[in-house]
């Protein structure tokens, strides 16, 4: 029963949401957003916007952005409507312009009159949709049927941001993309060239109660695609030891904790208070690159946002060959081209940490930067408002609010 219900809702949602497409013009003058599926308010989308709304075009433009279970606090004239519900099917099937940056709902078929913007969410290291050999993610049982699936959705998809050449390269084969790529680097790392100063640093500090006096590590993995629980949800299991990270440099570092917003473990942290900070997914991570003096990851494409600070990277591969050989694999050699110390166990990251030299990576890290950072320059986000602005009709009357 549980089953039939649920298909006949997905269905009568399906069909709803075409009849919108059908019966409701598309307005000129109407934008959509949403980061991670309205999971956070962040990333490439939440730049677009602000830098939209700096130049006034939230008073010009009818601006949507969509939120999963809070509404979030945010600026300019937009409206916020919950992802998922009646509402959004609506402004979804009116809307002129969508920018996102993930897949949305296969259901949700760009209707003509209406362009896409993919701003995507990183650069790959891991291998991504066409390029994977098997999947093991969840709601995701075969690879051909993800395949498919994946490539059917890219075909919605206008334009594409991507960070580097080498992105665009990817993207193209992975993602069976031949529509326009924008090889205009990340509208989210603008804030990287605009606020790295001290002055900058000290501020968000403060807006983020961390402390003043001690230096800050952001620890920030990505999801493991077999770690998840019975309710298929991904599950938070790093094999690093936070007691042994405390001991050992609680003196000097305090630790932002940072999962992948895929992860939505409710993670007891009151044991490491004053020493382990944890921002959830509402909380953009630009501006925890921007307080931190040292990055830990693993296979997070955080660490292509992160060289354009030029501070010190950690590496925390516990699971590297499986990882390398059974879950995703890797574009490019992981060993070889990684700017920063490779560790296992948290005793080898912890030493990594205290006898760090940036001499002996220098070399390696500004080939790493020229690589993958050469078309980032803090101009990203105004380059995709010219788009947008070139795809709404300059003769649109001043933006009006329907009733609610």
Known sequence: ???????????????????????????????????????????????????????????????I????????????????????????LYYMATAKVWVFDSRQPEFLVRRHGTYYIQTWHGTPLKKLAL?????????????????????????????????????????????????????????RNDILFRENTEEDNIRYRRNLGLPLDKKIILYAPTFRDDEFSDDEKYEFQPQISFDKLQEELGDKYVMIVKYHYLIMDAVDWSPYKGFIYHFDQSRDI???????????????????????????????????????????????????EMPGPISTT?????????????????????????????????NAAGRVLELIDSLIP???PNVYYESE
């Not at 509404?71 to 009646?86: A, H």
């Not at 093991?136 to 690879?143: A, H, R, T």
């Not at 990251?349 to 020229?370: G, K, Q, S």
């Open 1 to 63: 029963m549980g089953k039939w219900l649920y298909r006949t809702a997905k269905k009568a949602v399906v069909l709803i949401y075409r009849l919108m497409c059908l019966i409701f013009p598309v307005k000129e003058n109407r934008v959509v957003f949403d980061s991670s599926l309205g999971k956070s308010y962040a990333g490439n989308p939440r730049h677009i916007y602000e830098y939209l709304v700096s130049h006034g075009y939230d008073m010009k433009w009818d601006c």
């Open 394 to 396: 300059s003769r649109q």
């Open 131 to 187: 390029d994977m050999d098997d999947v093991f993610m969840v709601g995701e049982s075969d690879i051909d049927t993800y395949k498919e699936h994946f490539a059917r959705n890219v075909h919605t998809w206008d334009y594409l941001i991507s960070q580097n050449p080498f992105s665009s390269v990817t993207f193209q084969r992975a993602f069976d993309f031949h529509k326009e790529m924008l090889e205009i680097g990340y509208p």
């Open 286 to 336: 630009a501006e925890l690159f921007l307080v931190s003096d040292i990055l830990i990851t693993d296979y997070s494409s955080v660490m292509f946002d992160y060289s354009i600070l030029r501070r010190p990277m950690f590496f925390y591969a516990y699971d590297f060959y499986k990882y390398k050989n059974e879950l995703r694999g890797f574009y490019f050699s992981y060993r070889k």
């Open 65 to 88: 952005w969509f939120y999963e279970v809070e509404k979030y606090s945010i600026p300019g004239m937009s409206r916020q409507v919950q992802y998922g519900r009646m509402r959004y």
């Open 346 to 378: 948290t005793e080898e990251l912890v030493h990594d940490i205290l006898n760090y030299d940036p001499e002996e990576y220098r070399e390696r890290y500004e080939a790493f930067h020229d690589k993958y950072n050469s078309v980032d320059d803090g």
